[in-house]
């Protein structure tokens, strides 16, 4: 009693095993204090040194062993499980609350790593899901730019102008404007779609307008 073996400390006896080794009640002194039965024998030989939390911790250092934590990769994959496993997280709902999730192959770090420097991965482009309604996967995901994530949005409308119709995204390419700029224009400050692709400056109360056929 009170004796320390690793983490655990002995706090009391119980009923021995059904071979017969005698049974001690410990308390792990890990944050969480858990109490947990451990034979006699492991205790004294080292094999058992703590609630299971050692092996957890160890777990985690060798996923976290790959340095990698503040690229812009291991940001996108933290980002994805966050949005899918994280009911706290903003976009939850958009995500693991309507049913996305992520498979288990990219639950570890370099296998999503792996994937993304095989498959056409750069700065300048971001994860994208093929078809909106399914999770990540490497069968369901590419490397996109903002115009083709845009273009694959669930919500993306169509705008019509003169007897064309198109997705804001493809008509910000064709006028040369930044489709963010173009979104303000048209969800903040409720201009028409009209107006906000014709219209190419708006300074000192002076609106330069393009001509839309």
């Not at 204090?33 to 024998?41: E, K, L, P, R, Y």
Request: net charge positive.
């Amino acid at each position: 009693m009170g004796m320390q073996f690793g983490r655990l400390k002995v706090i009391g006896r119980t009923e021995n095993s059904k071979s017969g080794t005698a049974m001690w009640i410990c308390e792990c002194s890990c944050p969480e204090h858990n109490i947990v039965t451990v034979h006699g024998s492991s205790l004294r030989s080292g094999k058992t040194k703590s609630c299971g939390c050692l092996q957890k911790e160890s777990l985690s250092t060798l996923r976290t062993k790959h340095h990698k934590t503040g690229t812009r990769l291991y940001h996108i994959w933290k980002g994805m499980r966050q949005r899918c496993n994280n009911s706290n997280n903003p976009r939850y709902h958009q995500y693991g609350g309507r049913g996305i999730s992520v498979c288990e192959e990219w639950d570890e770090f370099a296998a999503f790593e792996s994937w993304a420097l095989n498959n056409g991965y750069s700065d300048e482009l971001s994860l994208d899901r093929i078809d909106g309604d399914k999770g990540y996967s490497p069968s369901n995901c590419r490397w996109a730019t903002e115009e083709q994530q845009q273009n694959n949005k669930r919500d993306n409308r169509r705008i019509k102008i003169g007897d064309k119709e198109k997705t804001m995204a493809e008509w910000c390419r064709e006028f040369n404007l930044p489709y963010r700029l173009v979104s303000d224009r048209i969800r903040t400050l409720r201009w028409s779609p009209e107006e906000a692709f014709e219209i190419v400056e708006h300074k000192d109360g002076r609106i330069k307008n393009r001509i839309i056929q």
